[in-house]
C-alpha cells in the first residue's frame, strides 16, 4: 500500500529559505498534506509529529540539538518520520556527524529549488518503504499463524525445563502422536523414532542440549500413526540460557522427505547400473563442462586411443591435437554449432591418432545440455564408437568399385569420370586432353595358351609397364579384356600424341617371363582422340576405338589418330604408302618447317628443329602421326631421312650466310632409328656434308634416348663416328625409357633435350621440377647443353632457367614455320647484309 499526503516540519530555517519551501508546497508537485515552520527544535523533540518529514537547518548555535534528532525516533516497528539535515556546503563534517547519526537525507544550503524537490520526494518513498514493511511484518506474523496449521511441515517446541513438547497436527500425523493432544513428554516423542536410529538422534539432541551455538539438521526414520516407516528430515535451534551455558529450548520443523528417499535410492541404482554399462560399453564416452572447458573422459575412450588412464587430461586440446587435420575443422564447426544454436543431436566421423601411429575411424554422436532459464549450454556429452573396420569395408568397396581386380588400375567407370569432369567446361572452351586406347595383340591366342593364372600374370606385367610411361597428369585405366586407356591431360598436339606412343611400345618391347613361361613378346596397337567440340566422354572413348581399328595400325610404334570430323578416313594404308614413295621421289610434295630453339637467359635465338611435313595433293596437310610410322615400317624413312638433311643443310648454309649474327646458328635434324641400322648410313650423311659444302657443326641430329637402348653398344659406335665427323648430337626424349642412365657415360653426347611431358607435369605441379632439375644437373655435369621441349608460356621460361636448363623450345617462342615465314621473321638482318654485299 502506497501513501501520499505526508505533514512536512521545518525548523530554523531563514525567511527566504521558508519562502521557497512555501512556493513548493503550494505548487502541489508532492502533494504534502501540511506544513509547519519552527524556528527552532523543540525542548522535547517526542514531540514532533510522528510521521511526515521533518527537515532541519543547522547553525553553531543549535547545532548540537539538531544533530540529537536521531536519537530521540521510535524504534523501527513503530512509524516515525524522514529525517532531513539542511547544511551549508562548507560543511562537509556535518554531513559526516548527520549520517553517522542517522539523518536519512542532508540538503544544501542555500535551498536550490531542483534539490529540494528531489530531496523531499526521497523522503516521501522512504516513508512510503516503512510503511509497506510494517504492513508485511503484521501479514508475516499472521501467516505464520497459518502456516503452523496448514504446513506439511509439523512444527515443534521443546521445553528442556519441563520436558515437554509441543508440535503441531502435521507432526503429530508424521510421527504416529496422539491427534487429540498438541503436546507430550519428550520420551513419548523419541518413541516413534526406528532403533537402528536413536543412538544418532540421541546424540545430536544431547550436543545441541551441551552446545547451542548453531542450527542443526539431521534425516532419520519414524513409523507414522499406521504403522509405515518414513523418513523425516528434522530441523531445529536450541536457545542458551541454563546453567553452564546449556540450553534452555530447542524448537524447529520436521519434513517428511520419503519420496526423496525413495528417488534418491533409486537414483543410486540407476547410478550403479549406469557404471556397470559404461564398464561394458564398447562406446567411449566424454562429458564437455562448457563453462569450465574441461572434458571428463572415460577409460574406455582412452582405450581406444591406446591411452591409459593417466595418459590423457581434461583439456580439449587432449581430444582434438589427435584428431586429423583435414577433419578437425568439421568437428570442431559440429560442436561450436552445438554450442550456439539449439541444433539437434550432432554425428560426425573422423579421424583420430591411436598411440601405434596409425589412424582409427571414429562415429562420435554429441547431445548439448542447456541451463533452463538462460538456455545456455552448460555440458556436451557424448560417445565415440571405432568404426575403423567399417571404414576400411567401404574403403574396399569403393576401391573394387573403381579400380581392376587384376591389374589394381582404374577401371573402365573411374576412367570415364574422370574424363567426363575434363571434358565439362563452363566456359565454353574445347578441353585440352588426348584420349588413348591401346590393345594388345593376340592376347585371346596368348591367354589360351596360358593357365588363368599366368594370363592374370601377364595383364598385371602389361599394365605395370604402361604406368612407367605415365606423367603426374595422366590417367591410366583398363577398360576391358586387353584393352587399356589413356587419358593425357592438357595434350593436344599430334608431336606430342606420338611420343607417348613411342614410349608406350618403347615398354612393352622388352621379353615377359611368366612362372613356366619365359621369354612372351606382345605388342600393341594404339588409337587416339582429341575433343573438336563438345563431345561426351562415351563419344570421345568411341572415336579412339574406331581410330584403333583402322586397317594398317598394326605395326610397332605407330598411333591412328581420330579425324578431326569424327570419320574414318578410309584411306588405304597402301595407296597411303604409294603416294608417300611418290612423294619422296619428286621431292616437290615434302617440305622441311622449322620451330625456334631459344637461350632461355638471354632470349637469342640460337637454332631450330626441323620437322617433316607433307602436302598431299588430295588430302591436303597430311599428319606426320600418320604418315612417318607408315614411313619407318616401309623403311621410306630412310630416303626421307636423307632428304631432311639436305634441306637442312641448304637452309643453315643460306641463313648463315645472310646473317651475320647467325655464325653458330644450327639446325637439328632427327634421325630415325631405321635410318641408323642401314649400314652405310654414316657414309652418307658424309656425302651430303660435303656435296653442300655445310660445316659439320652447323647440324646437331636429334636420336631418342629408345633408339639407343635398342642396341646400347651398336648404337654408340656409330654415334662415335658421327662424332668424330664434327656432327653435333643430341639425345631426344629423354627421360621416356625409363632404363639405366650408364651409356651417358660411356658417350658424350652434346645436348640433351627434356620431354615436354615433364615440362607439363611442372606446370601442374611446381614441385614436378625437381625431375627437370636433376636432368639439368646431370646434362651440365657431363658438359652437355639442356634443352627443355613444350615451352609455352612466360612462367615457363622463367621457372625452366631457374632450374638449369639452357635452352627451350615450344609455342611460346614460335610454332614450327615454313622457311619462307621465318625469312621474313628474320627479314631486318637479311635486307642489312644484303645491303653489304
Known amino acids: 500500500m502506497t501513501v501520499i499526503g505526508f505533514p512536512l516540519t521545518v525548523i530554523g530555517f531563514p525567511a527566504s529559505a521558508v519562502a521557497l519551501v512555501e512556493e513548493v508546497v503550494a505548487s502541489g508537485q508532492l502533494a504534502l498534506q501540511s506544513l509547519t515552520i519552527l524556528s527552532a527544535v523543540p525542548a522535547d523533540p517526542k514531540a514532533l509529529a510522528r510521521e511526515g518529514i521533518i527537515m532541519a537547518a543547522v547553525d553553531p548555535l543549535n547545532e548540537v540539538a539538531v544533530l540529537a534528532l536521531p536519537k530521540h525516533q521510535p524504534p523501527d516497528d513503530v512509524p516515525h518520520p524522514a529525517l532531513i539535515l539542511a547544511a551549508p556546503a562548507s560543511r562537509s563534517d556535518l554531513r559526516l556527524k548527520a549520517i553517522e547519526t542517522g539523518f536519512d537525507e542532508i540538503i544544501t544550503l542555500p535551498l536550490d529549488r531542483a534539490e529540494l524537490v528531489s530531496r523531499l520526494r526521497s523522503g516521501l518513498m522512504l516513508l512510503n518503504s516503512r510503511v509497506e514493511v510494517r504492513e508485511a511484518r503484521i501479514t508475516a506474523e499472521q501467516r505464520y499463524a497459518l502456516i503452523a496449521l496448514g504446513a506439511n511441515d509439523g512444527l515443534w517446541d521443546w521445553d528442556l525445563a519441563s520436558g515437554l513438547v509441543r508440535y503441531s497436527s502435521r507432526l503429530a500425523d508424521m510421527m504416529g502422536l496422539p491427534p487429540e493432544s498438541s503436546s507430550c513428554v519428550i520420551e513419548d516423542w523419541l518413541s516413534c523414532v526406528l532403533a537402528d536410529d536413536r543412538d544418532w538422534v540421541d546424540a545430536t539432541l544431547d550436543e545441541q542440549v551441551q552446545n547451542p551455538s548453531r542450527d542443526f539438521r539431521i534425516e532419520y526414520r519414524v513409523r507414522d500413526a499406521n504403522g509405515d516407516v518414513r523418513w523425516v528430515l528434522c530441523r531445529g535451534t536450541a536457545l542458551g540460557g541454563g546453567e553452564g551455558g546449556t540450553a534452555t529450548r530447542m524448537a524447529g520443523s520436521q519434513s517428511d522427505i520419503t519420496s526423496r528417499k525413495e528417488a534418491e535410492e533409486a537414483l543410486r541404482a540407476s547410478e550403479e547400473r549406469y557404471a556397470l554399462a559404461i564398464m561394458a560399453a564398447k562406446d567411449g564416452l566424454w562429458d564437455w563442462d562448457v563453462r569450465t572447458n574441461s572434458i571428463l573422459f572415460t577409460p574406455r575412450w582412452k582405450e581406444m586411443i591406446g591411452c591409459s588412464a593417466a595418459d590423457v587430461g581434461t583439456d580439449p586440446d587432449e581430444w582434438f591435437s589427435r584428431v586429423n587435420p583435414d577433419d578437425l575443422i568439421w568437428l570442431q564447426a559440429a560442436v561450436e554449432a552445438q554450442i550456439a544454436s539449439e541444433e539437434e543431436p550432432f554425428q560426425i566421423e573422423y579421424r583420430i591418432r591411436h598411440t601405434d601411429g596409425s589412424e582409427r575411424w571414429m562415429l562420435c554422436h554429441g547431445l548439448t545440455i542447456r541451463d533452463p532459464l538462460s538456455g545456455r549450454a552448460t555440458r556436451i556429452v557424448g560417445s565415440q564408437s571405432d568404426i575403423t573396420e567399417r571404414k576400411q569395408a567401404e574403403q574396399q568397396v569403393l576401391h573394387d568399385a573403381f579400380y581392376d581386380a587384376t591389374t589394381g588400375l582404374p577401371n573402365r567407370a573411374l576412367f570415364m569420370d574422370r574424363l567426363a569432369q575434363t571434358l565439362r567446361r563452363s566456359d565454353g572452351t574445347i578441353a585440352s586432353c588426348t584420349v588413348l586406347v591401346v590393345e594388345v595383340n593376340r592376347f585371346a591366342s596368348l591367354a589360351n595358351s596360358l593357365t588363368p593364372t599366368q594370363a592374370d600374370h601377364l595383364l598385371r606385367e602389361i599394365g605395370e609397364r604402361l604406368a612407367q610411361t605415365l606423367v603426374a597428369s595422366d ?177 643453315v648454309n643460306r641463313w648463315r ?61 656409330i654415334l662415335s663416328r658421327l662424332k668424330a665427323m664434327g656432327l653435333r648430337l643430341a639425345i631426344d626424349d629423354f627421360g621416356t625409357g625409363y632404363s639405366s642412365l650408364s651409356y651417358l657415360h660411356q658417350f658424350r653426347f652434346d645436348a640433351v633435350k627434356i620431354d615436354q611431358s615433364f615440362v607439363r607435369a611442372m606446370r601442374q605441379r611446381p614441385e614436378n621440377g625437381l625431375i627437370i632439375r636433376m636432368i639439368a644437373e646431370l646434362g651440365r655435369g657431363l658438359g652437355c647443353e639442356v634443352i627443355a621441349e613444350g615451352v609455352e608460356t612466360a612462367n615457363d621460361v622463367i621457372r625452366l632457367a631457374q632450374l638449369g636448363c639452357m635452352y627451350g623450345q615450344g609455342y611460346h617462342f614460335g610454332r614450327p614455320r615454313d622457311p619462307l615465314t621465318i625469312e621474313r621473321l628474320l627479314m631486318p638482318a637479311r635486307e642489312e647484309t644484303e645491303a653489304v654485299l
Open 475 to 651: 590417367t591410366l585405366a583398363r577398360l576391358e579384356g586387353a584393352s587399356f586407356g589413356f587419358l593425357l591431360q592438357g595434350v593436344c598436339e599430334e608431336d606430342a600424341i606420338g611420343h607417348k606412343a613411342l614410349a608406350i611400345h618403347t615398354a612393352l618391347k622388352a621379353a615377359i617371363d611368366l612362372p613356366g613361361a619365359q621369354g612372351l613378346y606382345v605388342t600393341a596397337r594404339i588409337g587416339a582422340a582429341m575433343p573438336t567440340g563438345n563431345q561426351r566422354a562415351e563419344e570421345l572413348l568411341r572415336d579412339a576405338s574406331r581410330a584403333l581399328n583402322r586397317p594398317g595400325t598394326d605395326a610397332e610404334k605407330s598411333v591412328a589418330l581420330f579425324t578431326a570430323n569424327g570419320m574414318d578416313d578410309g584411306v588405304d594404308p597402301l595407296a597411303l604408302e604409294q603416294d608417300l614413295r611418290t612423294a619422296i621421289e619428286a621431292g616437290d610434295q615434302l617440305q622441311l618447317h622449322y620451330q625456334p630453339i631459344v637461350d632461355l637467359v638471354s632470349g637469342r635465338l640460337v637454332g631450330f628443329e626441323s620437322l617433316m611435313r607433307w602436302h598431299h595433293p588430295t588430302m591436303g596437310l597430311v599428319s606426320p602421326m600418320r604418315f612417318i610410322p607408315l614411313a619407318e615400317e616401309s623403311k621410306l624413312i630412310i630416303p626421307m631421312g636423307l632428304f631432311a638433311l639436305d634441306q637442312a643443310c641448304q637452309q
Open 657 to 717: 650466310r645472310f646473317l651475320p649474327d647467325a655464325a653458330g646458328m644450327f639446325i637439328n635434324v632427327n634421325v630415325s632409328g631405321v635410318q641408323m641400322q642401314e649400314a652405310d648410313f654414316v657414309e652418307r650423311v658424309a656425302e651430303i656434308l660435303s656435296h653442300r659444302q655445310t660445316p659439320a657443326d652447323a647440324l646437331k641430329l636429334e636420336i631418342t634416348e629408345s633408339v639407343v637402348l635398342d642396341d646400347v653398344d651398336g648404337m654408340l659406335s
